[in-house]
């Protein structure tokens, strides 16, 4: 499980660095790095996709729901992809993952102040 201070490092390492507060504290898909049947190394890659989205927010600030959409709709493309990276690893994004990852999607979209976004509708185009 990556502690906080490796999480920061990580980060950084990657070049991915949201300002707001709550993200920075925040232990993307904590879930499924306390369960030894998803890889640390593809989840970090989900990881890099959540905080890639919250910089995209924060750069691009989007005016309303159909533009956060857009945004969270590409990354959960993202997660299509590293669908199959889960299966390599003997793993897969089923439903707990995708419980996660979803919740996931929900906090970035209440803390940038979208409390009104539909939960189906932030990952509308996963594969999972």
């Known amino acids: 499980m990556i502690e906080?201070?490796?999480r920061v490092r990580t980060e950084m390492e990657i070049g991915l660095s949201p300002t707001h507060p709550q993200v920075i504290?925040?232990?993307f898909l904590k879930a499924l790095y306390a369960d030894g049947y998803y890889p640390d190394?593809?989840?970090d890659?989900?990881?890099a996709v959540l905080l890639r989205l919250c910089?995209?927010?924060?750069?691009?600030?989007?005016?309303?729901l159909?533009?956060?959409y857009a945004l969270t709709h590409a990354a959960t493309e993202e997660f299509n992809a590293l669908d199959e990276e889960f299966h390599e690893a003997g793993s897969e994004i089923e439903t707990v993952a995708r419980e996660a990852?979803?919740?996931?999607?929900?906090?970035?979209?209440?803390?940038?102040?979208?409390?009104e976004a539909d939960v189906e509708e932030l990952i509308a185009t996963r594969e999972w």
């Open 4 to 6: 906080p201070s490796d």
């Open 25 to 27: 504290g925040h232990a």
């Open 41 to 43: 190394h593809v989840v």
């Open 45 to 47: 890659k989900g990881r």
């Open 55 to 64: 910089e995209r927010v924060e750069t691009e600030r989007p005016g309303d």
């Open 66 to 68: 159909a533009a956060l």
């Open 101 to 115: 990852i979803a919740e996931e999607f929900w906090f970035v979209a209440t803390t940038y102040g979208f409390p």
